[in-house]
């Protein structure tokens, strides 16, 4: 049965939620950036597909983006997807989060244990927060998690609130074109965002997401939906380029499912 959204705020604790879904975005670079903001991401994500799912892009295309962008844009940046390097991973979110971004994103591929993802983003959340303390940081788990040898992705968002992180995410390790939707249910789907939300956090879906799964993750209750192939022409996120007529399409989608559950279709029959 589809979550109502309109009455989501009011389970939640309003500084962590939002009843808008927020689009997130994910370019390589400038041109791309400046496409996926005219077509009206919400989130501009920046990253390196070419070292990982969340494969983290160089500091100076960081700022070269950062430059280009409207001030309302909130922007992202991946930091990798990470073995068990607590020190590694402390030193690099530190030098993301000197780059003044509103997120830096973590995935958490070649770790064992809950016990290890806690620690390593414990530490990662303390050198980012030193420095600024309003950044968010978002923890990652993957649905094809069986496939790669890591974590059950439903222990994310214990991992994420334990850890004092603030955005519990899912996505996929294996960029093979098949979605997130289809290594988890949606039984487990609604499960991931209904303990995410039990524990005041936020709630993100991606993983080679297309267009046609945007009403799901909608009606799923997510915060944010992340996606970069399906804004790229030929829905191909590595030879592919993101294109605003291809984001602005996304947002409409997002945009009629709020009309829809706005406005219901009313049954005509007697």
Known sequence: MPVDRKTLKGTLKPHFYDVQL?????????????????????????????????????????????????????????????????????????????LKVNYIKVGLQKLNTPNEAIFLIKQICRAAKDFNPKIKVV???YGDAKKIGTLNP???????????????????????????????????????????????????????????DLPTVYNLGADIVGLRGAACTGNDRNKGNITKIRVAELCDILKQCKISQNYPKTNKNP
Not at 52 to 68: E, R
Request: glycine residues 8%.
């Open 22 to 98: 927020k689009l997130l975005i994910s370019p390589i670079n400038k041109t791309e950036a400046q496409e996926a903001s005219t077509g009206g991401a919400d989130i501009i994500d920046i990253k390196n597909p070419k070292e990982g799912s969340l494969g983290a892009n160089y500091p100076w295309i960081i700022k070269q983006i950062q430059q280009t962008l409207p001030k309302n844009i909130e922007v992202s940046c991946t930091i990798g997807d990470l073995p068990n390097l607590p020190g590694t991973a402390a030193l690099t979110a530190l030098g993301a989060a000197s």
């Open 139 to 141: 923890v990652a788990g």
């Open 154 to 212: 439903l222990l994310i968002p214990k991992i994420t609130h334990k850890a004092n992180a603030d955005i519990a995410m899912l996505d996929t390790a294996i960029k093979d074109g098949t979605p997130l939707t289809d290594h988890l249910t949606s039984k487990q789907l609604q499960l991931f965002i209904n303990s995410t939300h039990d524990l005041g956090l936020q709630a993100a879906l991606a993983g080679s997401l297309r267009k046609q």
